[in-house]
C-alpha cells in the first residue's frame, strides 16, 4: 500500500500519464552531417529516464532520416516500395541505437516491430506492449508501420493511438509551432495553442497530412517543442508552457 502511495505522489506530478514520443532521425545526428551522435543519444537518454522516474509510461517512434538520407543517393531511380523498406530498416538501426543508450542509462526496454526482425527485437504486438509499459519499461516502435507510403508520423499517430496515449510530444529542433520558418524569418510568430482546423487553414506543417487527420480524429493532442533543450521533456510531462500544443 505503502509503495502505490509513493506511485500516486510521484503520477500526480505530471500531466500526462503515458506519451508517445516522436523523434525524427535528424535529431540523433547532433552535429554530424548523417549518422548517430552518442553524445546527443545518451542526453536523450537522461531525459527520458527523468520523465520515467515521475511515473510516466514512455513509447518513442523513432524516425530513420539520419541513416537512409546516407543511401539515399543509391536508392534514387529505385522502386518506391523498396526505398521505403530500406528506411523502414533504418528506424530499426536508430530503435537499436537508443535502445542502447538506454539501457546503459539504467532504464528498462523493449524493442518492437512492425516487419518482424526476431534475432533483434520483438514483433509489435498491442497487448504486449502495454503490458510493458504498465511494468515502467520504455517501449521503442521501429519499422514504422510495415507498410510502404507511410511515414514515421502515421506510425507514431497510429501507436499513440493503440496504446492509449495521452499525447503525442513531437521532439525537434525547434521549440514548437511558427507561421513562418523561424529558421528563415527572424519576424516569423510562434504559437502556444493552436487548433487542428486552424493548423490545416494555415497550410502549417506539423506532420504529413495522413497522420495530422488520423491525430485529429481521434482526438489526440500533439505537442511540438524543442527536444534538444534539457530539461525541456520534462517541463512538458510537467504541464508547463514549453512549445506548441494542437488540439480540438
Do not use: C, W
Not at 3 to 14: D, E
Not at 143 to 155: M, R, V
Not at 177 to 188: L, R, V
Amino acid at each position: 500500500m505503502h509503495n502505490f502511495g509513493n506511485q500516486l505522489q510521484k503520477i500526480k506530478r505530471v500531466k500526462y500519464k503515458r506519451i508517445l514520443l516522436k523523434l525524427s532521425g535528424e535529431a540523433l545526428m547532433g552535429d554530424r552531417q548523417y549518422g548517430i551522435d552518442p553524445q546527443r543519444l545518451a542526453e536523450y537518454a537522461l531525459d527520458i529516464k527523468e520523465i520515467t522516474e515521475k511515473g510516466v509510461e514512455v513509447a518513442i517512434v523513432i524516425g530513420g532520416g539520419n541513416i537512409f538520407r546516407g543511401v539515399a543517393g543509391a536508392s534514387n531511380g529505385m522502386d518506391r516500395v523498396q526505398g521505403d523498406h530500406m528506411g523502414m530498416l533504418a528506424t530499426v538501426i536508430n530503435g537499436l541505437a537508443l535502445q542502447s543508450a538506454l539501457e546503459d542509462a539504467g532504464l528498462q526496454t523493449r524493442l518492437q516491430t512492425a516487419i518482424k526482425i526476431n534475432e533483434v527485437a520483438e514483433p509489435f504486438i498491442r497487448r504486449k506492449a502495454l503490458s510493458h509499459l504498465s511494468k515502467g519499461r520504455v517501449v521503442i516502435f521501429g519499422g514504422g508501420t510495415g507498410n510502404p507510403y507511410f511515414t514515421t508520423d502515421s506510425a507514431a499517430v497510429l501507436r499513440a493511438i493503440e496504446i492509449e496515449a495521452d499525447v503525442i510530444l513531437k521532439g525537434t529542433r525547434v521549440d514548437g509551432i511558427y507561421n513562418a520558418d523561424p529558421e528563415k524569418d527572424i519576424s516569423a510568430k510562434k504559437f502556444n495553442f493552436i487548433t487542428f482546423d486552424d493548423v490545416l487553414r494555415k497550410g502549417l506543417k506539423v506532420m504529413d497530412s495522413t497522420a495530422f487527420t488520423l491525430s485529429q480524429e481521434n482526438k489526440l493532442p500533439i505537442i511540438v517543442f524543442d527536444m534538444n533543450k534539457k530539461g525541456n521533456l520534462l517541463k512538458v510531462v510537467s504541464g508547463d508552457n514549453v512549445g506548441t500544443e494542437v488540439n480540438l
